[in-house]
């Protein structure tokens, strides 16, 4: 039987119900959900959320909608690739059980909602501050989405809740892990790592726009990730100039930012990181247009 694919809050609730109570604890003592929050137009990257998701977990829900709230440019939002009946073959082969793909007007009955969720000072920075709003958008979405996936007991016993989010959106995953973490959302956010392609390219859905050129000189974005990566790994110290000096001898390309943050916080690291020789836990971040494409890449960097 092909996977099931809902279109309301109301059967997104009853479809969790009934397979939570049919599948609840097949793959250990502690029943489990996980939700994959996608936007569609799936790749690789998704992939691996949806597998790491169906590994782990009993059952596993996928949403796919396009949230308006997280686009600044109406063109954008229009553009957005619509490919519900090959995300849903791609999610069914992967095992998911259930996709909800609501309507805007779903989603959002009165409109633009009114209140909304801010997700505050980590949001001003990096890709915030090119996309003011964006990651209001996200967190709202997002925080309705726990509220509806969210799993009722199955024969008295709670629900393991766990949401699943790409590390390539590194700041998107830090703030709703904040969320989380500073509203007491009852779920435990997975980070997945990212996938790139064998040239060192990390997957996106915008890599589709580079051309040949520009494709060939994105590449210097995650040579000048490994860079640092190869230093924190001989706990040399990470001052990022001879990354940035890379990036910036690339014709073509043009950096918008180069950073080494601690994760949780985004902010960059001040100790322990420029003059000394690292230990400890950080992450390179990068965004770059390249051609007529915004770029964004990270690396975890890490050093015992
Ligand atoms: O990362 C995305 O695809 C979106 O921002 C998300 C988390 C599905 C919210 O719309």
Not at 14 to 40: C, F, Q, Y
Request: proline share 7%.
């Amino acid at each position: 039987m092909p996977i099931t694919v809902v279109r309301t809050k109301a059967e997104l609730r009853s479809e969790i119900a009934r397979l939570t109570a049919e599948h609840g604890g097949r793959r250990g003592a502690t029943p489990s959900l996980g939700l994959a929050p996608t936007m569609g137009a799936l790749h690789n990257g998704h992939r691996m959320l949806a597998e790491a998701a169906v590994a782990a977990n009993d059952v596993v829900v996928a949403s796919v909608f396009v949230n308006p709230l997280q686009f600044g440019d109406p063109k954008d939002l229009e553009r957005y690739p619509r490919t519900l009946d090959a995300d849903a073959a791609l999610l069914d082969a992967i095992g998911v059980d259930l996709v909800f793909a609501p309507s805007v007007e779903e989603m959002y009955p009165g409109g633009e909602p009114l209140v909304r969720v801010t997700a505050g000072p980590l949001a001003e920075k990096w890709e915030g501050a090119s996309r003011p709003g964006h990651f209001d958008g996200v967190l709202t979405v997002v925080s309705k989405l726990f509220h509806l996936a969210s799993p009722g007991p199955v024969a008295g016993r709670p629900v393991a809740f766990r949401a699943y989010f790409g590390q390539k959106d590194a700041q998107q995953l830090a703030i709703v892990r904040r969320m989380v973490k500073d509203l007491d959302f009852p779920v435990d956010v997975v980070g997945v790592p990212i996938v790139r392609a064998e040239d060192g390219l990390a997957l996106s859905s915008r890599n589709q726009f580079l051309n040949d050129g520009d494709r060939e000189a994105a590449l210097v974005l995650s040579r000048a990730l490994r860079l640092m990566d190869e230093r924190a790994t001989a706990h040399q110290p990470l001052e990022p100039d001879d990354a940035v000096a890379l990036i910036k001898s690339q014709p073509g390309v043009e950096l918008d930012y180069f950073e080494v943050v601690d994760a949780d916080t985004l902010e960059p690291l001040a100790f322990n990181c420029r003059e000394t020789p690292f230990t400890g836990e950080a992450l390179a971040i990068v965004a770059a247009r390249v051609g007529e494409v915004r770029l964004i890449d990270n690396m975890p960097l890490k050093a015992s």
